[in-house]
Nanobody
Framework: QVQLVESGGGLVQAGGSLRLSCAAS????????MGWFRQATGKEREFVAF????????NYADSVKGRFTISRDNAKNTVYLQMNDLKPADTAVYYC???????????????????WGQGTQVTVSS
């Protein structure tokens, strides 16, 4: 079973940048797509970004469009999330997730993913 491990979170001032990594271990990712989600305290988990594993196609939540960039390194079995111009509203635990083959859910829905990392905390101070 593949395991996903996120890293790169931390404390940053508003306007700063962070780069999150999500490395797969145990097996190759073997998925049609990967996603990043986040969950702020007291709120539901929400979609952040998506990348097609073989195509490299990307899509983003409106709230992060133009500031965040998702990318992947197939050879390293790793997905990245470059976050620029961070805002206090971006404070959350960030999770990467592996897309589920044959899912009928939209890629923006958590149900479209079958393996999740443990999460990494991102805190943006004002």
């Amino acid at each position: 079973q593949v395991q996903l491990v996120e890293s790169g979170g931390g404390l940053v001032q508003a306007g700063g940048s962070l780069r999150l990594s999500c490395a797969a271990s145990g097996r190759t990712i073997s998925s049609p797509y990967m996603g990043w989600f986040r969950q702020a305290t007291g709120k539901e988990r929400e979609f952040v970004a998506f990348v097609g594993w073989s195509t490299g196609n990307t899509n983003y939540a409106d709230s992060v469009k133009g500031r965040f960039t998702i990318s992947r390194d197939n050879a390293k079995n790793t997905v990245y999330l470059q976050m620029n111009d961070l805002k206090p509203a971006d404070t959350a635990v960030y999770y990467c997730a592996r897309g589920r083959w044959g899912s009928s859910y939209s890629y923006t829905d958590a149900g479209a993913y079958d393996v999740w990392g443990q999460g990494t905390q991102v805190t943006v101070s004002s």
